[in-house]
Nanobody
């Protein structure tokens, strides 16, 4: 399984970004079971951000109401729409196939005030 994250960049407080994760070498059933986004801020441990399963979307409390996870099964892509960005959202964002325990290379998001 290969996961390629993209879409990161630098934005100001309150701005928006849309991250994309392209998955290859993964069968549809595994892709649909669970895909997630995580992040790691400088000097901190990697933490869960959001997950999309076959039936649910789950979010960390600190992004509820601001971030939306979605996917395109045909394209094997997972998206993270990030709105209302805050400086504390600054981190490298990673996508993950939960079932395969595979990680992408990460994409950097920087939010400045």
């Amino acid at each position: 399984v290969q996961l390629q994250a993209s879409g990161g960049g630098s934005v100001q407080v309150g701005g928006s970004l849309r991250l994309s994760c392209a998955a290859s070498g993964i069968i549809l059933s595994v892709f649909r079971t669970s895909m997630g986004w995580y992040r790691q801020a400088p000097g901190k441990e990697r933490e869960f951000v959001a997950e999309i399963t076959d039936t649910n979307r789950n979010y960390a409390d600190f992004v509820k109401g601001r971030f939306i996870i979605s996917r395109d099964n045909t394209k094997r892509r997972v998206y993270l729409q990030m709105n209302g960005l805050k400086p504390e959202d600054t981190a490298v964002y990673y996508c993950r196939s939960t079932v395969m325990d595979s990680w992408g290379q990460g994409t950097l998001v920087t939010v400045s005030s």
